[in-house]
């Protein structure tokens, strides 16, 4: 069975940094691509950012520039370095990994951001 496990999560003040943590359970390399979504209370989940088996990144336009997506091949392991955090990115974060054989989740994470 496939398991996506984040970690990093927290409380942080307005204006600080997180880097959240998604590791798999099988290789990278199975997935052509991975993103980190988020889900506010009240809100629809909405993707932050993506990146593929070759490294090209996608983001949300509310995050450009202050968050980056990255990933250790060797580690399974992809991250999401957030940067000048607003405490309207307070969300749980949720890794995603879409396969032929089913769209993967991780159990989540939450970020808040304090005022």
């Known amino acids: 069975q496939v398991q996506l496990v984040e970690s990093g999560g927290g409380l942080v003040q307005a204006g600080g940094s997180l880097r959240l943590s998604c590791t798999t359970s099988?290789?990278?390399?199975?997935?052509?691509?991975m993103g980190w979504y988020r889900q506010a209370p009240g809100k629809q989940r909405e993707l932050v950012a993506e990146?593929?088996?070759?490294?090209?990144?996608n983001y949300a336009d509310s995050v450009k520039g202050r968050f980056t997506i990255s990933r250790d091949n060797a580690k399974n392991t992809v991250y999401l370095q957030m940067n000048t955090l607003k405490p309207e990115d307070t969300a749980v974060y949720y890794c995603?990994?879409?396969?032929?054989?089913?769209?993967?989740w991780g159990q989540g994470t939450q970020v808040t951001v304090s005022s």
């Open positions: 995603h990994a879409p396969h032929l054989l089913g769209d993967y």
């Open positions: 099988i290789s990278i390399f199975s997935f052509n691509r």
């Open positions: 990146i593929t088996i070759g490294g090209s990144t």
